[in-house]
């Protein structure tokens, strides 16, 4: 790979200054100054993201996670607001206590994963994949499976889906729209749907401070 002449300070988490030297962007970002750039750009992407998550204020009001709902539940939201508009907003108030609860059981896999980086997937990163689709190659699924059970936790103890069958009752929304005759929200599938959206939606924090942040700690490895 063509060689460039690489002559920047690059601030790493707490202030720490590594200057580079001229090196071939491949050999550079594979070496462990590379290795430890990324990871330390990821980890301060999750602290982003879980301190968002704790604070049910800054969830509620993150359009990164409102993105991220799944299109069944947003769905399901559209025809709760027609029938019983101040329900969505309970819903959504219970899902951001849930977020706060899962927080101390996401964290760890996703470190653990950043810390499994290893320089085939920087090398990835410098050809083009962000930094978070790796981590969400690596770990998506695990958290969704992880955190389930306590959002599923969390929504029963707050009785929500009783309630929202409830106000759904007489409906054949339902079953159109979660296939088969039922015309109730299965506590389950509730609780998966919002684990996606959680799942999702900590990905686009993310992403989104690695986009941030990208130009200043990985334009020196041509990124």
Same mark, same amino acid.
């Given at each position: ?15 720490? &200054? ?12 594979? %070496?462990?100054? #590379? ?42 939201? %559209?025809? +709760?607001?027609?029938? !019983?508009?101040?329900?969505? !907003? ?8 849930? !977020? *706060?609860?899962? &927080? =101390?059981?996401?964290?760890?896999? +996703?470190?653990? *994963?950043? =810390? ?20 969400? $190659? ?7 499976? !992880? ?11 707050? #009785? ?11 409906? =054949? ?6 296939? /088969?005759?039922?015309?109730? &929200?299965?506590? /389950? /599938? ?5 684990? $996606?959206?959680? &799942? %999702? #939606? ?13 130009? %200043?700690?990985? #334009?020196?490895? /041509?990124?």
């Amino acid at each position: 790979m063509k060689k460039y002449i690489i002559a920047a300070a690059l601030a790493i988490g707490t202030g720490a &200054v590594i200057t580079t030297t001229v090196q071939s962007c491949t050999t550079l970002a594979t %070496s462990d100054m #590379g290795l430890s750039i990324i990871k330390r750009m990821l980890l301060n992407g999750i602290d982003k993201g879980m301190g968002i998550y704790t604070n049910k204020e800054a969830f509620l009001q993150n359009n990164m996670v409102d993105k991220a709902l799944p299109k069944e539940l947003r769905e399901i939201n %559209s025809l +709760l607001e027609k029938i !019983a508009p101040s329900l969505v !907003a309970k819903e959504r108030d219970y899902i951001a206590q849930a !977020a *706060a609860y899962t &927080v =101390n059981t996401s964290r760890p896999i +996703l470190q653990g *994963a950043v =810390n499994s980086l290893n320089a085939q997937d920087v090398t990835r990163i410098i050809q083009g994949t962000t930094a978070t689709q790796i981590l969400k $190659e690596k770990t998506s699924q695990q958290l969704i499976a !992880a955190i389930a059970p306590k959002v599923d936790e969390k929504l029963n103890e707050y #009785g929500i889906v009783k309630t929202i069958n409830t106000a759904l009752s007489g409906s =054949n929304f339902l079953g159109s729209l979660l296939g /088969g005759n039922t015309n109730t &929200v299965n506590s /389950g /599938g509730l609780s998966k749907l919002a684990s $996606e959206q959680l &799942v %999702s #939606g900590l990905f686009n924090i993310i992403e989104d401070y690695e986009h941030q942040n990208s130009k %200043s700690l990985l #334009g020196p490895f /041509g990124k």
